[in-house]
């Protein structure tokens, strides 16, 4: 998912919705084969569980980052899927849903980097007692649908961002993040470990930015 404070017009053509042909893709990393990043990775320790709900359209999207964190994170998992029955069957984690904060889409306006807020919306300034984060993977539209096709989200903790620099995306909205980053700005604020961005940010730009501005789809 993305987060993004509103929407804002960008004149620039948008590279977001570019797909790649499954037959390009490498079957493991499903990147274009010839952008293939198996073996490459360096491995980022985080200490927080990062699971990715990932809308089943988004596998084969250009820019799609969540093979990659799950590559990168030592401790982050993807899942496709449109609903889960619950915090168990999505993260497969016996732990309380007061010990999970899902990245919310709409962020408000807020001086913190990261507001963490609890069910009832308070505002929870320690973050220790968190222990998971969930984050969604898909459009604006993809990630209502998530929502409301999973009512135990309300059940958790939210987790708004503010980050302080623009995605590397070229995107439809300014400041909309990819999914690698929120998690990356996410882990880096809540860990206290700045490492953690820099290392994604340096991954995503080599591994997902610069070789999606030279793929070509093969011909049939
Ligand atoms: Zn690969």
Redo the contacts with the bound molecule.
């Keep these: 998912m993305s987060h993004r404070r509103r929407p804002e017009k960008n004149t620039e053509p948008s590279t977001a919705k570019i797909r790649i042909k499954p037959s390009d893709?490498?079957?493991?990393?499903?990147?274009p084969?010839t952008f293939?990043?198996?073996?490459k990775t360096t491995v980022i320790e985080n200490n927080l569980s990062v699971v990715i709900l990932e809308h089943p359209q988004e596998k084969f999207k250009l820019l799609n980052s969540s093979v990659l964190a799950t590559e990168i994170l030592r401790n982050c998992t993807v899942k496709p899927g449109l609903s889960w029955r619950n915090l168990k069957a999505a993260t497969g984690s016996d732990l309380n849903p007061s010990q999970w904060a899902i990245l919310y889409l709409k962020g408000t306006a807020s001086e913190s980097a990261v507001t963490l807020r609890n069910r009832s919306k308070q505002v929870i300034t320690d973050f220790s007692g968190i222990k998971g984060i969930i984050a969604l993977n898909g459009t604006w539209q993809q990630a209502k649908t998530l929502w409301w096709r999973n009512p135990w989200f309300l059940k958790l903790n939210t987790i708004e961002l503010n980050p302080d620099h623009v995605s590397m995306r070229n995107q439809v909205r300014k400041e909309g993040l990819s999914t690698i980053e929120a998690v990356g700005f996410a882990l880096s604020v809540m860990e206290s470990e700045p490492s953690i961005m820099a290392g994604i940010a340096d991954q995503y730009r080599r591994f997902i930015i610069e070789p999606s501005k030279e793929y070509v789809p093969s011909e049939e």
Aim: charged share 10%; with cysteine.
């Design positions: 893709a490498c079957p493991v990393c499903a990147r084969s293939c990043f198996c073996g």
